[in-house]
């Protein structure tokens, strides 16, 4: 009709949530056409808060507050509620911030190793059935014994190495170096039999000292450790790289 403005407003509006037990911000879409204790009933299943222990107050977009939403039988469009505006939850039912968050209020469930071997339907049973890994006694009885036998070997190389003499250091995937022994047996960092080497250059990784114990004495970056069986001694000279020429 001519002269008339008809106002269409959207029954359905976008709000956020917020509340007294939640640091979160949420955003849920409700109809303008429900009851407030309608929107509590929902909300319940959203904030965690009974429905009986609210109260809502309702902000603007930019969260000025607009008034307190108390009347359960009002409507929710009967508010000035629109898109982006903030419902904020007071829980008055004892609730605590993040208390649904916070995992170290959770019963752990906790299980002996003892009882967990008995059970059938576990990844370690599961294990135990295909013998794979540490379940495989045969392969991992073998792999002992594979190295124990390299440790033995290591042992013999170990003891045929002079403290003192000239050596060549060959470590798979690395250049070839020429050093001088200085020290030979076990150390702290790992177990097993080491060789400590000052190398003729640069090449190594610290000065004869590892994790705060001196096992032997140069200068830094020209030590280091290699197994014994990376180690052939003998009449290596060190190469003369011309520093003494004009």
């Known amino acids: 009709m001519d002269g008339q403005?008809?106002?269409?407003?959207?029954?359905?509006?976008?709000?956020?949530?917020?509340?007294?037990i939640?640091?979160?911000?949420?955003?849920?879409?409700?109809?303008?056409?429900?009851?407030?204790?309608?929107?509590?009933?929902k909300l319940e299943m959203v904030i965690g808060a009974p429905a009986s222990g609210m109260d809502l107050e309702l902000f603007s977009a930019s969260d000025k507050l607009l008034q307190k939403m108390d009347?359960?039988?009002?409507?929710?469009?009967?508010?000035?509620?629109?898109?982006?505006?903030?419902?904020?939850?007071?829980?008055?039912?004892?609730?605590?911030?993040?208390?649904?968050?916070?995992?170290?209020?959770?019963e752990k469930f906790e299980l002996s190793d003892e009882a967990y071997d008995k059970k059938t339907d576990t990844a370690r049973s599961f294990m135990k059935k295909l013998r794979v890994g540490r379940f495989n006694e045969e392969e991992v009885a073998?792999?002992?014994?594979?190295?124990?036998?390299?440790?033995?070997?290591?042992?013999?190389?170990?003891?045929?190495?002079?403290?003192?003499?000239?050596?060549?250091?060959?470590?798979?995937?690395?250049?070839?170096?020429?050093?001088?022994?200085?020290?030979?047996?076990?150390?702290?960092?790992?177990?097993?039999?080491?060789?400590?080497?000052?190398?003729?250059?640069p090449l190594g990784k610290h000065n004869g000292t590892v994790e705060g114990k001196q096992y032997f004495e140069c200068e830094n970056k020209y030590g280091a450790f290699v197994k014994p069986l990376s180690v052939i001694v003998g009449d290596f000279p060190e190469e003369d790289y011309g520093l003494d020429e004009m």
């Open 142 to 201: 073998k792999k002992k014994a594979e190295l124990a036998a390299r440790e033995e070997e290591q042992k013999a190389a170990a003891e045929t190495i002079p403290v003192g003499s000239r050596c060549q250091v060959q470590v798979p995937g690395q250049p070839t170096k020429l050093g001088t022994v200085m020290y030979v047996g076990t150390a702290d960092f790992k177990p097993g039999y080491w060789v400590g080497v000052k190398y003729d250059e």
């Open 5 to 20: 403005v008809t106002v269409i407003t959207n029954s359905i509006v976008n709000v956020r949530l917020t509340s007294t």
């Open 22 to 41: 939640s640091s979160f911000e949420v955003q849920r879409k409700f109809s303008r056409g429900i009851s407030i204790a309608e929107l509590k009933g």
């Open 71 to 106: 009347d359960n039988e009002a409507l929710l469009g009967s508010y000035p509620v629109d898109d982006d505006c903030r419902i904020h939850v007071i829980d008055r039912s004892g609730g605590q911030m993040d208390e649904f968050s916070d995992v170290s209020k959770v």
